[in-house]
């Protein structure tokens, strides 16, 4: 049976680091930005590609750029067990701090 990648390290979950937008931090509550990363036989991030923008282009870049120097995986398989690359879907959501 094939199995996809599994996120097994890494995480994004500091207002520090990202820069601070035109407008404020607040700028970014309630938005999202959606990423695939393509990830390798070894487990390690590719490419990363936007598939659903925050609307910032800045916030979506470094979000990108997070997860590919952040994230690490088991890769996924085919079904003779054999790593093979994928893609991996995340989504960073904005909230405020409240």
């Not at 199995?3 to 207002?15: D, E, L, Q, R, W």
């Not at 309630?30 to 910032?56: E, H, M, N, Q, Y």
């Amino acid at each position: 049976m094939a199995t996809g990648p599994v996120k097994i390290a890494g995480n994004i979950n500091s207002a520090r680091d990202y820069p601070v937008p035109e407008g404020g931090r607040e700028v970014r509550f309630g938005r999202a930005v959606r990423i695939a990363i393509l990830v390798d036989t070894d487990g390690r991030p590719k490419r990363c590609r936007v598939f659903g923008s925050s609307g910032l282009p800045d916030t979506d870049a470094r979000t990108c750029e997070l997860a590919m120097a952040r994230f690490r995986f088991e890769p996924a398989r085919n079904a003779r067990g054999q790593p093979i690359e994928a893609e991996y879907g995340w989504e960073q959501r904005f909230r405020s701090a409240r």
